[in-house]
């Protein structure tokens, strides 16, 4: 079936530094891949995604791009603020878009 | 513009009782799905409805589990006899059509004593 595999956190950076957050995927025909972001005690925001292959999303000056290739939606910030401190969720829609899977999460901490 | 609405946001109930999660969706927005995260966990799918009609259930449990979208009126999850291993953050998302974006909720988190 569809998964995902997200790197292990927290991922512990000063502020300024540069960021990548690995995620793989497994999935059967094309699915969309998305990444969410969950600030302490809220609810997902979608932060960006990618409908086909070597597509970019982008926002907030994060970045992600669809390697069919590879299977790969690495997460990516040039310069990382305290405020980016969250939990950051790799996810793909499923065959249908009906439902998303998620990675398990990786929390970034970003300190002054 | 409003976004997806759940209520409560923390609800306690003691083993053996019910639990009812409220999700208003998206104005305009006709396709709900409910999810589960388990502390420390990703998000794990658990129902897709339309109005009216439930889609997919392939990951609700099978016993004490169900969920509406009527016509009028918030989706509605209800968990029956909560057991502690129902302790979770429940979300809810809506999307204007089917594939297309999924906009979350703030979740309810349910603590069963």
Excluded at chain 1, 54 to 83: C, I, M, P, W
Excluded at chain 1, 85 to 95: E, H, K, N, Q, W
Excluded at chain 2, 26 to 53: A, C, D, I, T
Aim: proline share 5%; net charge positive; hydrophobic share 30%.
């Amino acid at each position: 079936g569809n998964s995902v595999t997200q790197m292990e956190g927290p991922v512990t950076l000063s502020e300024e530094a540069f960021l990548t957050i690995n995620c793989t995927y497994t999935a059967t025909g094309y699915p969309s891949l998305f990444w969410y972001v969950q600030y302490p005690g809220e609810g997902l925001q979608l932060l960006l995604k990618a409908t086909k292959a070597d597509d970019k999303g982008s926002n907030k000056g994060f970045e992600a791009t669809y390697r069919k290739e590879t299977t790969s939606f690495h997460l990516e910030k040039g310069s990382v603020q305290v405020s980016d401190s969250a939990v950051y969720f790799c996810a793909l829609s499923d065959t249908g878009f009906q439902k998303l899977v998620f990675g398990t999460g990786t929390r970034l901490l970003v300190s002054p | 513009n409003a976004g997806v609405m759940q209520n409560p946001r923390h609800l306690v109930r003691r083993r053996g009782q019910e639990a009812r999660l409220r999700c208003s969706p998206v104005k305009g927005h006709s396709h709900v799905y409910w999810y589960r995260q388990l502390p420390e966990e990703g998000l794990k799918f658990m129902v897709y409805l339309q109005k009216e009609n439930i889609i997919d259930e392939s990951g609700m449990p099978k016993e004490r589990f169900s969920a509406e979208f009527p016509k009028e009126g918030p989706s509605i999850l209800r968990i029956q006899q909560v057991v502690r291993g129902d302790s979770a953050a429940y979300f809810c998302a809506s999307s204007y059509t089917q594939g297309d974006t999924q906009y979350f909720g703030p979740g309810t988190r349910l603590t069963v004593l």
